[in-house]
Nanobody, 125 residues
């Protein structure tokens, strides 16, 4: 069973940066062929897509984070990262890492199969 463990969240002031990490285990296929994505959920709101990365190396971002967040991955270590710069109070949420049981998927927005427990990011004004 695939397990995802996020880390790197915390309490920061507006304008600061954070780097989230997500470690995958139990991946029996080639990790580099999987989609990886970050989602977030704020209190009282639905979970929303933040950023994603395909096996081809293509990336996509929510409009609200474009130019501020960057997704990257280290396939050898089975890690995916989310570098978050210029954080805003509206970025406050629990951030989740997600991946797929299918390989070679190009559509970043299709449903994901595996989720981590999340890491909390709180941005004060």
């Amino acid at each position: 069973q695939v397990q995802l463990v996020e880390s790197g969240g915390g309490l920061v002031q507006a304008g600061a940066s954070l780097r989230l990490s997500c470690a995958a285990s139990g991946v029996t296929d080639d990790y580099s062929l999987l989609r990886m994505a970050w989602f977030r959920q704020a209190p009282g709101k639905e979970r929303e897509f933040v950023a994603g990365s395909t096996w081809r190396g293509a990336t996509d971002y929510a409009d609200s984070v474009k130019g501020r967040f960057t997704i990257s991955r280290d396939n050898a270590k089975k890690m995916v990262y989310l570098q978050m710069n210029s954080l805003k109070p509206e970025d406050t949420a629990r951030y989740y890492c997600a991946t797929d049981r299918r390989l070679y998927v190009d559509n970043i927005l299709l449903p994901y199969d595996f989720w981590g427990q999340g890491t909390q990011v709180t941005v004060s004004s």
